[in-house]
């Protein structure tokens, strides 16, 4: 058989699966939770076309502003180019486009038929407001349930703002609610709302309340601990405006690096961190361990805080240990084994604990038909993200425990997508469809023969990888230390940073293949490489090896494989 090209897609699409142009992909794209197509989103910046790469990037994700700013983006540590010089900075162009393309000329797509169907959304984190939008878009009534008196979720009361500036959080919420999402907040579902009447009232639910619930410290003193959670809300709502004398953290992972920097920058003297994990397996963010470095922040690995003494009703004194060995059982409890090293005390004026979060279910009737995991997260159909209860549905971190934003954006668009199944009465075994954004703004549903994986171009499949130019990065890989607002993300190097973008997978239209061809049987096209005679392919490889992207793969016939 003669080469397949695999091709980026050609216009915006909600689903992900069924790119039919598009059988090979990246690892960065693989790896993005959010399902961002970021090869489309690089090829339309280093042509100046942001507004049309804002329209693909909201295609899939309406957050990018938030994911742009504290995303870990998992995709630049995987990829490609990280083999061969410097990864792409694909965050920092996101953010750029999130923030720099101009939205009155970006195109906004059109609300479907209404369906008469409606949807209840508790909670306004990153799923329940992605689930809402797109469940919007494709015509359903939505209504979401938020016990905050402000939208947004743990992005917009519990990232510190030096990381996520709020105005940012209420932009990218303002345009969700102008598909129609209707907001009734201050109110809690279970003390204001029983969710059996929700339950009657909707033709669907989904459950998104995110995890909010904070572990406790269980030792003396743990009443005069300030739990981390809490302590960022205080922050960002202005109760907490200075902080003296010495502050210990007690956690490893993204909240306490918050609540550490958070606590430098409001005046702390001296900031540690305790964790009970070493410095190579550590759960934090890299570039928030970077940053406690920079900031003067020490932290203690392989730690844990034994006891609080306390003095005149405040905290006086910790007591830690060093540890040999800890692991977490089924229901996420922590046990630790103390080493051989003495307990050693330090005096401190603060105490913040950021142990972990877990879901808080309390607002759900003991009669209810639902089921949780051992850790006490929602159990669902992982295809659906269905409950046991019918047209129940879940998302976020209520289903898989603390996770990133850019995991919950996907979650939510995954339940979206289930919910507009349920809604349709499809039957979600056999209703293969993909969701496209046309030209005119109007959403269609295309039905599609055959569901399939794209094949994940790795780095050695891309034969000819020296047609790219070696080159430093334009943009750092770390947004927030650039400035919260993208002070020092300029036009000029987020274009020149896109261009170095490898493509791996997605056809460039670059004519290596079709020069390198010697039996002259392929040609190009303004659509890119063309099979003109494939009867007369000599299945050489020669395209194959030529091609830059590793976009070519061949299907050949059982009778020739035999």
Not at 265 to 271: E, P
Not at 297 to 321: D, F, L, M, P, R
Request: net charge negative.
């Amino acid at each position: 058989m003669p080469p397949k090209f695999s091709r980026e897609v050609d216009q915006p699409t909600i689903t992900t699966s069924g790119m039919i142009q598009q059988k090979r992909t990246s690892p960065c794209e693989a790896s993005c939770p959010a399902g961002n197509p970021i090869q489309k989103i690089h090829t339309l910046v280093q042509d100046n076309k942001f507004e049309e790469a804002l329209t693909y990037l909201r295609s899939r994700n309406p957050l990018s502003g938030i994911t742009g700013r504290i995303c870990p983006h998992f995709c630049q540590y995987n990829c490609n180019r990280n083999h061969y010089d410097e990864g792409v900075s694909i965050r920092a162009i996101e953010k750029f486009v999130a923030d720099q393309a101009d939205r009155t000329q970006t195109r906004m797509p059109f609300r479907g038929e209404p369906t008469g169907k409606t949807l209840a959304v508790i909670g306004s984190g990153p799923a329940g407001m992605t689930c809402a939008y797109f469940c919007a878009l494709l015509g359903h009534k939505v209504t979401v349930f938020e016990s905050s008196p402000i939208l947004g979720g743990m992005p917009r009361i519990g990232v510190p703002d030096f990381k996520l500036p709020k105005s940012i959080v209420d932009r990218e919420i303002g345009h969700i609610l102008q598909t129609g999402v209707t907001a009734v907040t201050n109110t809690t579902i279970g003390l204001d709302i029983p969710f059996a009447d929700l339950r009657k009232d909707f033709d669907a639910c989904l459950i998104a309340v995110g995890t909010w619930k904070e572990k406790r410290l269980d030792m003396n003193g743990a009443d005069l601990v300030q739990p981390g959670v809490s302590f960022l809300k205080k922050v960002n709502f202005g109760l907490i405006k200075e902080i003296d004398g010495i502050v210990a953290v007690a956690g490893g992972g993204g909240v306490a690096y918050d609540c550490a920097l958070a606590a430098r920058r409001l005046g702390a003297s001296d900031v540690h961190i305790f964790c009970v994990e070493d410095e190579q397996n550590s759960c934090a963010p890299a570039e928030d361990a970077d940053l406690a470095r920079k900031e003067g922040i020490t932290v203690h690995h392989s730690c844990v805080i034994s006891g609080i003494t306390a003095k005149n009703s405040s905290v006086h004194q910790i007591e830690y240990c060093s540890i040999s060995f800890f692991n977490f059982d089924e229901c996420g409890r922590l046990s630790t084994c103390d080493s051989s090293s003495e307990l050693k005390t330090m005096a401190v004026d603060m105490v913040i604990s950021a142990i972990g979060l877990e879901t808080d279910f309390t607002f759900l009737e003991q009669n209810s038909n639902l089921k949780f995991t051992p850790k006490q997260t929602l159990l669902v159909d992982p295809k659906t993200l269905q409950t046991d209860e019918e047209g129940v549905f879940g998302a976020g971190d209520a289903v898989t425990g603390p996770s990133s934003v850019a995991q919950a954006i996907g979650s939510g668009r995954q339940a979206a997508l289930s919910i507009n199944q349920y809604l349709s009465q499809k039957d979600e075994n056999t209703a293969q469809e993909r969701i496209v954004i046309k030209p005119d703004s109007t959403i269609v549903t295309q039905e599609i023969e055959d569901l399939f994986d794209s094949h994940i171009v790795e780095f050695n499949e891309i034969l000819n990888v020296e047609y790219h130019e070696k080159k430093a990065r334009a943009l750092p890989l770390d947004t927030h230390l650039a400035g919260g607002n993208g002070e020092n993300i300029n036009k000029k190097d987020t274009v020149s940073e896109s261009k170095r973008c490898l493509h791996c997978g997605h056809c460039i239209s670059c004519g290596t293949c079709v020069e390198d061809c010697p039996g002259f049987v392929l040609d190009m096209r303004p659509s890119g490489p063309y099979v003109l005679y494939p009867e007369e392919c000599w299945h050489c490889g020669c395209c194959r090896i030529a091609c830059p992207t590793g976009a070519i793969s061949y299907e050949f016939p059982l009778n020739m494989m035999v």
